[in-house]
């Protein structure tokens, strides 16, 4: 479904990003990758770029091609560097990156987010988030988090918050909606990354066994690559504002505990 596709993949470097990357090729995808890093593997079409600013954004965006199918935001921080690394990346980089692309993506393509089930929190804090998604374009971040009194210990599960509720909102936007440009994010839960000890520190053992426990074992950047490039291809054609969570069924679980059911 992904033959002769072309597909932009950031974090291309390691974990989700590289998995999603290498499995889209061998179904056909041409892919031009995006990562702070160089891959291992040496792919044929990278970008060294960081999403972290305005003008790191704009530097990606000059060296790719005029003509795109999906872009598969898979890039992210843990959330051990700060909020304002963890948002300017995780939400705000990733839709400024996402916003500059959109004329180049062609007419019924699609754009993938991969979010995470630590964003589950998006409806409790709801005006938060609609506050945050609410400011357009690249803000500068330090004063952001000054303003609505941010914690780094908050800026992980805060970033996909913000990331969860832009992907339903952008499904209606024009810049997207006019052209039949599908917005999707896929959400895992804990996945055996070189970053799961990362969110250890930040998140705390407690809270990530718990997840694992609850599903029977930790996920794979295979077990989400898939759901990924479903969203990239014309077979998910009819899907768009969605959230896929790919996460063993753990969201499955923590609704049944938080609702009652």
Same mark, same amino acid.
């Not at 990003?17 to 056909?28: E, H, I, K, S, V």
């Not at 300017?88 to 959109?102: D, T």
């Not at 393509?109 to 991969?114: H, L, T």
């Not at 898939?226 to 753990?250: E, K, M, Q, T, Y």
């Given at each position: 479904?992904?033959?002769?596709?072309?597909?932009?993949?950031?974090?291309?470097?390691?974990? %989700?990003?590289?998995?999603?990357?290498?499995?889209?090729?061998?179904?056909?995808?041409? /892919?031009?990758?995006?990562?702070?890093?160089?891959?291992?593997?040496?792919?044929? =079409?990278?970008?060294?770029? *960081?999403?972290?600013?305005?003008?790191?954004?704009?530097?990606?965006? #000059?060296?790719?091609?005029?003509?795109?199918?999906?872009? =598969?935001?898979?890039?992210?921080? &843990?959330?051990?560097?700060?909020?304002?690394?963890? +948002? &300017?990346?995780?939400?705000? @980089?990733?839709? $400024?990156?996402?916003?500059? /692309?959109?004329?180049?993506?062609?007419?019924?393509?699609?754009? %993938?987010? /991969? #979010?995470? %089930?630590? @964003?589950?929190?998006?409806?409790?804090?709801?005006?938060?988030?609609?506050? +945050?998604?609410?400011? *357009?374009?690249?803000?500068?971040?330090?004063?952001?988090?000054?303003?609505?009194?941010?914690?780094?210990?908050?800026?992980?599960?805060? &970033?996909?918050?913000?990331? +969860?509720?832009?992907?339903?909102?952008?499904?209606?936007?024009?810049?997207?909606?006019?052209?039949?440009?599908?917005?999707?994010?896929?959400?895992?839960?804990?996945?055996?990354?070189?970053?799961?000890?990362?969110?250890? $520190?930040?998140?705390?053992?407690?809270?990530?066994?718990?997840?694992?426990?609850?599903?029977?074992?930790?996920?794979? &950047?295979?077990?989400?690559?898939?759901?990924?490039?479903?969203?990239?291809?014309?077979?998910?054609?009819?899907?768009?504002?969605?959230?896929?969570?790919?996460?063993?069924?753990?969201?499955?679980?923590?609704?049944?505990?938080?609702?009652?059911?």
């Amino acid at each position: 479904m992904l033959f002769g596709k072309t597909i932009l993949v950031t974090g291309v470097a390691s974990g %989700i990003g590289a998995r999603t990357a290498n499995l889209a090729a061998q179904m056909g995808a041409d /892919v031009i990758g995006v990562d702070v890093r160089e891959p291992a593997n040496g792919s044929a =079409a990278f970008i060294k770029g *960081d999403l972290s600013t305005a003008a790191g954004v704009a530097d990606i965006v #000059a060296q790719l091609p005029t003509r795109l199918d999906a872009i =598969a935001n898979v890039a992210g921080l &843990s959330g051990n560097t700060g909020i304002v690394s963890t +948002l &300017s990346v995780n939400f705000y @980089g990733l839709r $400024a990156l996402s916003e500059a /692309v959109a004329p180049r993506l062609r007419e019924g393509g699609a754009i %993938i987010n /991969v #979010a995470s %089930i630590a @964003g589950y929190g998006w409806r409790a804090n709801l005006e938060r988030a609609k506050a +945050l998604t609410g400011i *357009d374009g690249f803000p500068d971040v330090a004063a952001v988090a000054a303003k609505h009194d941010l914690r780094d210990e908050e800026g992980y599960p805060l &970033s996909k918050e913000l990331l +969860l509720l832009w992907t339903m909102r952008a499904a209606h936007q024009p810049l997207f909606k006019q052209r039949g440009i599908r917005v999707n994010a896929v959400s895992p839960g804990p996945v055996e990354t070189p970053i799961l000890k990362q969110f250890r $520190a930040v998140l705390g053992d407690a809270r990530v066994d718990s997840d694992i426990t609850r599903v029977g074992r930790a996920g794979t &950047s295979a077990d989400i690559a898939p759901a990924v490039l479903f969203l990239c291809s014309d077979g998910a054609r009819w899907i768009n504002g969605a959230n896929l969570a790919a996460d063993g069924g753990l969201e499955a679980s923590i609704n049944a505990e938080v609702l009652g059911f």
